[in-house]
């Protein structure tokens, strides 16, 4: 494949460009003020950023090449002096939901233990000691972090430690170091349910929950994302070819890309269209199409993922089922369900939108007659009402 090429036709500032994909590219040449030799920096930017966010990180870029940057040249320069420069470069970079992440486990769990150390003299004996610690660590019942919740923390300590050694020119500390070990994650990947027990779910929050069915209906059978679900407005939803178009995910309202930065579609069986269109008509009745939200909240605004909690708790509490259900509890079961089907894994990862990179050209044209047909096989084998 061909690389992406830079857009000529638009004049940009001095040292920016723009990609046909949207994404900015940004470069710089200044002196080092310390070393007195020209250097010249690239970087790529979302394409979410503005024209103005743009230039500041540009001359952001430009002040870290010509500044001496005693710090971080500095042999005494600890972890804790290199946390914030770190994450305000790394929120220029990532979503702000990322940047969270970031900045939690730095402040839980990486900066406790290592913060006063001396970036040059940390060591692969250092970083064991840390994987010991968060082997031992445990939750308020005593019981050990998943293996899921472990590799979170131990992605973000490779990045931060390794990024601090680049910056002083020192060895990887983390050579032949493995991740934190911890509970398989099975017990974890257990908790969907059956075909029957998710349509007496549906059934039960029909009867119970009428004003909420829709929702949990759409979750339930399309395997989408909560913070998707919610971000999701009516000309995303194309009822005549049986689809809804994936184009935003929200996180306490605030609104960006998909998680995989690329839309998706999902189909619709002919039950989950009769769904919208009821539901839609409900939303007329009652004069609450203002915001244009499928699923808005009761003010207008975007809903919370967390707000499906009370009536699906309530719901599994009434059915006995095995687990309590949550919104990702229904994207699991929805993944598992379509896997014990024979769902072909590209087609699968289509529909969910997995952040595989590996696998984006290969789903990229799977076909909606063949969503379609996989969503309408879970329904015959759930038992159409």
Not at 260 to 274: K, M
Not at 309 to 322: G, I, T
Request: include cysteine; charged fraction near 25%.
């Amino acid at each position: 494949m061909s690389p992406v090429k830079e857009q000529p036709q638009i004049s940009y500032p001095e040292g920016i460009n723009r990609l046909e994909d949207g994404r900015w590219v940004i470069r710089v040449q200044a002196i080092h003020s310390k070393t007195g030799q020209r250097k010249e920096r690239k970087r790529v930017l979302s394409e979410t950023m503005t024209l103005s966010q743009v230039e500041d990180a540009r001359q952001h870029l430009k002040a870290q090449i010509e500044r001496a940057a005693p710090n971080l040249l500095s042999q005494r320069l600890t972890f804790n002096d290199y946390a914030e420069l770190w994450l305000r470069v790394k929120a220029e970079r990532v979503r702000a939901s990322t940047a969270e992440h970031y900045l939690l486990a730095l402040h839980r769990w990486i900066l406790p233990h290592i913060g006063p150390l001396l970036i040059a003299h940390f060591n692969r004996r250092d970083a064991l000691a840390w994987v010991a610690e968060v082997e031992r660590a445990r939750m308020d019942n005593g019981q050990p972090y998943s293996r899921h919740t472990t590799s979170g923390w131990w992605r973000v300590f490779c990045h931060f430690v390794r990024d601090a050694a680049a910056d002083l020119g020192v060895p990887d500390p983390i050579v032949r170091v493995r991740a934190p070990r911890g509970p398989s994650g099975l017990r974890r990947q257990r908790q969907t349910l059956t075909a029957e027990e998710l349509r007496a779910l549906l059934d039960a929050a029909r009867a119970t929950f009428p004003s909420r069915y829709a929702e949990i209906y759409t979750l339930a059978l399309t395997g989408m994302r909560p913070g998707e679900l919610y971000a999701l407005r009516w000309l995303d939803f194309d009822e005549v070819r049986g689809r809804i178009i994936i184009r935003h995910a929200h996180r306490r309202g605030i609104v960006g890309p998909t998680k995989t930065d690329e839309p998706r579609e999902v189909a619709l069986s002919t039950e989950g269209r009769h769904v919208l269109r009821l539901h839609f008509s409900a939303q007329v009745e009652a004069c609450r199409l203002a915001s244009d939200l499928i699923f808005p909240s009761s003010t207008g605004g975007y809903r919370l993922p967390e707000s499906l909690h009370k009536p699906l708790r309530a719901l599994s509490k009434d059915l006995q089922l095995p687990v309590s259900v949550g919104p990702l509890i229904l994207r699991r079961t929805f993944n598992t369900l379509m896997l014990e089907n024979g769902v072909d894994h590209v087609v699968l990862r289509a529909m969910m939108g997995h952040s595989d990179e590996s696998m984006t050209q290969r789903y990229a044209g799977i076909s909606l007659d063949e969503k379609r047909r996989v969503v309408n096989a879970l329904e015959e084998r759930m038992g159409r009402p």
